[in-house]
């Protein structure tokens, strides 16, 4: 059956009469379906108003009735819920990634790689850079290479090939891009990075953490236009997925300009949250701080918000081991005994500037995967606090996977919010590199969920696409939340089951919470009388299937602000 969103003129219908009141006249009914309001007395209703983008009125559907509307979609019992926030995406890199770059999977074996890139190399014979990836965490750990170099020079010595890792901390080059970028045998390892030699003290062409960033510089970046039609295309395929907020968790300076510009073309079927990127690496002097804020003030529109600043700790707790870690890694051929890993900020100068970006007004993200960053952060907001008063932002660390006992209640105490990535709570490549490195009977204990919602602290929740995830499907993440198992039934077991929340929460953490990561829990993230209407009506009713089944959730249609931004097919709801 074809769906039907036609006009249905005002004055052919008796409920869209003269008679009816200007105030009753509306744009839209949503009736007949199932609709989970996430807040609010009763839970659940059968239909919707909307009008002007948002919500007038909601009840059952003969209430609905008695509104004259230009357009009305029966829903057939179909389940609908507000649109999914991710708090936690690089929008940008994704749609770049998908656009231009050469791509394999994280679970991709040499040959697979090598041949991928091949026909990239071949399709692109005057490109200068052969840019893409993602290799696994533990690549390099599965798979015996000599010379990770010489396997690139195997593809191309004339193109530069650079790819990054399933977490976007780490590197993989060949030879042309070691000379494009001047580093040989000599070339000291950068602060917070390491530039991986052979026993010949060559490098082998993995570069770990700012080692990789050398190329930022060098690898011309994509044109203003290319930029807006990533930007466009993460849109679409976020919305497909049900997506209709999101958070840029550390955009560079072409992001913002990107989303702006698509926004005031008419473009932007989202809210969108840039988080203004700080360097990443050690760093000793101060921020500068009116920088941030002519960013802030100069890409700011209708649904591009960007009173958000993202400042990096740590690294990643996998095979690479430069997450911040209380406790000392296991042991392996390059770090040896009793390393911790390394803070890219010293303690002082993390609360110097966290202190000041909290009194200008910035809701500040941490990237904080150890447990020892995760207290650092901790402690600085804490100073922020003393200092400033309660300034009323909740900020956010982001990964931390590990947390001391200790410092759970300190989240509640201090209104900070964990920003949890539930697409990776369960065996899976990237998490059996963490618990290798980690070790012991704390390396599965991951992502303190229930803990900290029954401590009274906040949860918010990202996909990191395109990091670390195929892709930003929030419904694998929502059952990987619940159950804490592989939602695709690949890998057997769980991931510290004890933590797992109701579906009522997790379904709270993925709007309503994850809408105050955006500050815009008083316009989105439930469906509420005079909140926007983003809506999100699905194949399936999540209360009525088991858990397993949650993860092959398909959504049918997506509205943002009331207009229809996606929908799954022609013929899977009839008027």
Request: charged share 25%.
């Amino acid at each position: 059956m074809k769906i039907l969103l036609s006009v249905i003129c005002l004055l052919l219908l008796t409920s869209c009469s003269k008679e009816v009141p200007s105030e009753r006249l509306v744009d839209l009914v949503l009736t007949n379906g199932k609709i989970y309001t996430v807040e609010g007395q009763s839970k659940w209703v059968e239909a919707v108003a909307i009008k002007d983008g948002r919500y007038v009125a909601m009840g059952d559907s003969k209430e609905m009735e008695a509104f004259g509307r230009a357009e009305t979609i029966d829903l057939q019992g179909r389940m609908a819920m507000p649109g999914i926030n991710d708090v936690h995406v690089h929008p940008l890199w994704g749609g770049v990634k998908v656009l231009y770059e050469c791509s394999f999977p994280f679970t991709a074996a040499p040959k697979q790689i090598k041949t991928t890139l091949s026909g990239c190399a071949a399709a692109r014979p005057d490109a200068v850079w052969i840019r893409g990836g993602q290799w696994g965490s533990d690549f390099f750990t599965d798979y015996k290479i000599d010379s990770p170099r010489e396997f690139l020079d195997e593809v191309s010595t004339t193109q530069a090939i650079y790819l990054a890792d399933d977490s976007g901390h780490n590197a993989w080059v060949n030879t042309k891009a070691l000379e494009l970028a001047g580093i040989d045998g000599n070339t000291p390892d950068p602060e917070g990075g390491i530039i991986k030699r052979d026993s010949l003290g060559r490098p082998t062409g993995v570069l770990i953490e700012t080692a990789g960033r050398l190329y930022d510089a060098i690898i011309p970046p994509p044109t203003d236009d290319e930029n807006v039609a990533a930007a466009k295309k993460s849109v679409e395929i976020l919305n497909a997925f049900g997506i209709t907020g999101m958070k840029d968790a550390g955009a560079f300076r072409n992001a913002p300009k990107a989303y702006n510009t698509l926004d005031r073309n008419g473009g932007l079927s989202m809210h969108v949250a840039i988080c203004l990127r700080t360097a990443y690496g050690k760093r000793e002097g101060a921020l500068d701080f009116a920088s941030l804020e002519s960013e802030r003030d100069q890409y700011v529109s209708t649904n591009v918000h960007t009173n958000f600043v993202k400042l990096f700790l740590d690294g990643v707790p996998t095979s690479a081991r430069t997450a911040a870690m209380l406790k000392p890694y296991v042991a392996d051929e390059v770090h040896g005994e009793g390393f911790t890993g390394e803070l890219h900020l010293a303690p002082n100068r993390l609360r110097e500037d966290v202190i000041e970006l909290d009194r200008r007004g910035f809701t500040i993200k941490m990237h904080a995967a150890g447990d020892r960053s995760v207290r650092v952060g901790l402690d600085a907001i804490q100073a922020a606090r003393e200092i400033n008063g309660n300034s009323g932002l909740r900020h956010e660390l982001a990964h931390a996977g590990y947390i001391d006992p200790s410092d759970i209640p300190r989240f509640g105490r201090l209104n900070v919010a964990a920003d949890f990535s539930p697409y990776l709570w369960h065996p899976s490549p990237i998490i059996e590199s963490v618990v290798s490195a980690v070790g012991g009977k704390r390396a599965k204990q991951y992502w303190a969920t229930r803990d900290l919602i029954d401590s009274g602290g906040s949860v918010s929740i990202g996909s990191d696409w395109p990091a670390a995830v195929p892709d930003a499907n929030p419904w694998s993440g929502l059952a990987a939340l619940v159950t804490r198992a592989d939602p695709y039934g690949s890998t057997p077991g769980t991931l510290w089951l004890e933590q797992a929340v109701t579906l009522q929460e997790a379904i709270s953490i993925f709007t309503l919470s994850s809408a105050v990561g955006l500050k815009l829990e008083g316009q989105t993230g439930s469906v509420s009388k005079g909140k926007f209407a983003d809506l999100i009506v699905l194949d399936r009713n999540l209360f009525e299937i088991p858990p397993d089944d949650i993860a092959g959730t398909q959504v049918e249609l997506t509205f943002f602000k009331g207009q229809l931004v996606y929908e799954h097919t022609e013929d899977q709801i009839s008027q």
